[in-house]
């Protein structure tokens, strides 16, 4: 791991420190240098994986199966279930992958399943580590790296998702056809930092992110499968707060469908490696535009409606994936 690139106000510091914040933080055990000015946060920082970090944590995976893989699947908020399904499994548990950031969520198991999905080989990581539980937007994005190393040419994401669009009920399942993504806007892009150029370009076009042929053909299975398929934008925040009425109503006028805090940083550093893209958002719950109201949003709703969610998104992405493997 380097340490690059510090633009810090000397005088704004009061303090500077040599710390092992991940350590502190969340235990992956990696060294960052942290300025601590007056008020301000550790943005100012920026650390970046070399490729040895990602060919280290792909060889312990190596070690443990020799299968190859060639479609990736990131499985969000109770959405698990699907790695259940995969036929001749190896199951890595990310505490035994190098680097792996573990999820602290409720909902998200932390593990790597390999092994194939309608005949379609696959590595499925079951649960992600997010930006909100104190993860820098790189090692949120470090298991589509170590996909990259594992072979992985095309990246499926899933998450669970408040609904933005006034048509869509909780339950339903929409087709991430492009995104905002405010965090990365507002300088929480994990392509911030040194440029690897074996990896990819240093500007990353996202005109074409998500994938034109397999939205066509996720529209196509879900017909075929007699499943509702939404289809919009999903707007990626940091979390973890549920957002407010205004907030909704906000995001809503720029064009947001559904609302989420993952999805985008793993989108982007796909798309850095150019990797085929394809997502969905399961509306776990239809977001609240008024103050007018008694209800709230809870993360047991979204885990709730999440495993309703779940056989209307396996019919889809087994569709899917019949159809790469052919
Ligand atoms: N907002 C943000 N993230 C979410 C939501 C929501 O309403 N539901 C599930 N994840």
């Given at each position: 791991?380097n340490?690059?690139?510090?633009?810090v106000?000397?005088?704004?510091?009061?303090?500077?420190f040599?710390l092992?914040y991940?350590e502190?933080?969340?235990?992956?055990?990696?060294?960052?240098l942290?300025?601590l000015?007056?008020?301000?946060?550790?943005d100012?920082m920026?650390?970046?994986?070399?490729?040895?970090?990602y060919?280290?944590?792909?060889?312990?995976?190596?070690?443990?199966?020799?299968?190859?893989?060639?479609t990736?699947i990131v499985?969000?908020?109770?959405?698990g279930?699907?790695?259940?399904?995969?036929?001749?499994?190896?199951?890595?548990p990310y505490?035994e992958i190098?680097?792996?950031a573990?999820?602290t969520?409720?909902?998200?198991r932390?593990?790597?399943?390999?092994?194939?999905?309608?005949?379609?080989?696959v590595v499925?990581?079951r649960?992600?580590?997010h930006?909100?539980?104190?993860?820098?937007?790189?090692?949120?994005?470090?298991?589509?790296?170590?996909m990259?190393f594992?072979g992985?040419?095309?990246?499926?994401?899933?998450?669970a998702?408040?609904?933005l669009?006034?048509t869509?009920?909780g339950g339903?399942v929409m087709?991430i056809?492009?995104h905002?993504?405010?965090?990365?806007m507002s300088g929480?892009?994990?392509?911030?930092?040194?440029?690897?150029?074996?990896?990819?370009?240093?500007?990353?076009?996202m005109?074409?992110?998500y994938?034109r042929?397999?939205r066509?053909?996720?529209?196509q299975?879900?017909?075929?499968?007699?499943?509702?398929?939404?289809?919009g934008?999903?707007?990626?925040?940091s979390?973890?707060t549920?957002?407010?009425p205004?907030?909704?109503?906000m995001?809503?006028?720029?064009?947001?469908d559904?609302?989420?805090?993952?999805?985008?940083?793993?989108?982007?550093?796909?798309?850095?490696?150019n990797?085929?893209?394809?997502?969905?958002s399961g509306?776990?719950?239809?977001?609240?535009?008024?103050?007018?109201?008694d209800a709230e949003?809870?993360?047991?709703?979204?885990?709730?409606?999440?495993?309703q969610?779940v056989p209307?998104?396996?019919?889809i992405?087994?569709?899917v994936l019949?159809?790469l493997a052919?």
């Amino acid at each position: 791991m380097n340490i690059a690139n510090f633009s810090v106000n000397r005088r704004e510091c009061a303090a500077l420190f040599l710390l092992r914040y991940n350590e502190v933080i969340n235990g992956t055990g990696m060294w960052a240098l942290v300025f601590l000015p007056h008020g301000r946060r550790m943005d100012t920082m920026v650390t970046s994986y070399t490729t040895a970090d990602y060919q280290k944590a792909a060889a312990v995976i190596r070690e443990k199966t020799a299968q190859p893989v060639m479609t990736g699947i990131v499985l969000g908020s109770g959405l698990g279930g699907l790695a259940d399904m995969i036929a001749d499994a190896v199951t890595i548990p990310y505490s035994e992958i190098p680097g792996w950031a573990r999820s602290t969520v409720h909902g998200h198991r932390g593990e790597l399943v390999i092994g194939t999905l309608e005949g379609c080989p696959v590595v499925v990581q079951r649960g992600r580590a997010h930006l909100y539980e104190g993860y820098h937007p790189q090692q949120v994005t470090f298991p589509i790296r170590v996909m990259h190393f594992l072979g992985v040419q095309t990246v499926i994401l899933t998450n669970a998702a408040g609904g933005l669009n006034p048509t869509f009920n909780g339950g339903d399942v929409m087709l991430i056809n492009d995104h905002i993504n405010l965090v990365g806007m507002s300088g929480n892009n994990p392509l911030v930092g040194p440029n690897d150029d074996s990896l990819g370009e240093r500007f990353t076009g996202m005109v074409q992110t998500y994938d034109r042929s397999l939205r066509q053909l996720a529209h196509q299975v879900a017909r075929e499968a007699g499943v509702t398929l939404r289809e919009g934008v999903y707007v990626g925040l940091s979390g973890p707060t549920f957002e407010t009425p205004a907030e909704i109503r906000m995001l809503r006028t720029l064009g947001g469908d559904a609302v989420g805090m993952s999805t985008v940083h793993e989108v982007v550093v796909a798309r850095h490696m150019n990797k085929r893209v394809l997502a969905f958002s399961g509306i776990t719950n239809v977001a609240f535009d008024s103050i007018d109201t008694d209800a709230e949003t809870t993360h047991e709703e979204v885990l709730e409606v999440g495993a309703q969610i779940v056989p209307r998104l396996t019919a889809i992405l087994r569709g899917v994936l019949r159809a790469l493997a052919e």
